[in-house]
């Protein structure tokens, strides 16, 4: 069975600077799509970026990117200039099959002025 | 810009109601996800549904049903509530492999 593993519970980040989020992930399969999903304390989750396991080239939006280690199974997303609306839990998720996504348990971001 | 609306934000109910929980999506997205949250576990999927009228179960469907009668429309049936089953619900639409767009979730209390 695939597993998500976010090995951080909560991380700390001061306005303006740069925090990484960790996720591995364990998968025999060869093709798949990786998530990260933002989910602020007013709930409503929603999804900051995605990278196709195909694609070498690291996705980004905006502040937003991600380092994704294939060989490793490792998919960590970047925040830089960190803002007070990131605050957030953070999800990672992988997906082999349509509609069977694995989430990791989340990362609770706290953002200090 | 609403596009996954979930009927209600808090349910309270007793063991042994049959509670419905509805899910609205406009986007016409063929695949519609019934999640639930619970706090140290992450998301875990219930059902799914790719089409109307079909339907897979996920990674905990015991004690749950669901319904895809309208491409837009997909309810969570809990037949026989039961405490255990005191969670966050979230409702999901998407296209092909991407879970795209969140309900706001509907927390839901069984008594």
């Known amino acids: 069975a695939q597993t998500v593993t976010q090995s951080q519970p909560e991380m700390s980040v001061q306005e303006a600077e740069t925090v990484t989020l960790s996720c591995t992930y364990d998968?025999?399969?060869?093709?798949?799509?990786l998530f990260w999903y933002k989910q602020p304390p007013s709930r409503q989750m929603i999804l900051v970026i995605r990278?196709?396991?195909?694609?070498?080239q690291n996705a980004t939006e905006n502040r937003f990117s991600v380092n994704f280690q294939k060989a490793a199974k490792s998919f960590s997303l970047k925040i830089s200039d960190s803002q007070l609306g990131d605050a957030a839990m953070y999800f990672c998720a992988y997906t082999a099959n349509a509609g069977k996504s694995t989430f990791g348990d989340g990362t609770t971001l706290t953002v200090k002025p | 810009d609403v596009k996954v609306t979930q009927s209600s934000r808090y349910l309270v109910k007793r063991t042994g109601e049959k509670v419905f929980l509805e899910c609205v999506q406009d986007?016409?997205?063929?695949?519609m996800f019934w999640y639930r949250q619970d706090p140290g576990l992450g998301l875990r999927l219930i059902y799914f549904?790719?089409?109307?009228?079909?339907?897979e179960k996920g990674d905990i469907p015991e004690g749950y049903s669901v319904s895809r009668e309208k491409k837009e429309r997909f309810s969570l049936i809990l037949e026989s509530a039961s405490t255990n089953q005191t969670s966050m619900y979230l409702c999901?639409?998407?296209?092909?492999?991407?879970?795209?767009?969140f309900g706001a979730g509907t927390r839901l209390s069984v008594l």
């Open positions: 998968t025999s399969e060869s093709d798949y799509y």
């Open positions: 549904s790719y089409d109307v009228k079909m339907k």
């Open positions: 986007m016409d997205h063929e695949n």
């Open positions: 990278q196709e396991a195909y694609k070498q």
């Open positions: 999901a639409s998407g296209e092909g492999r991407i879970v795209q767009y």
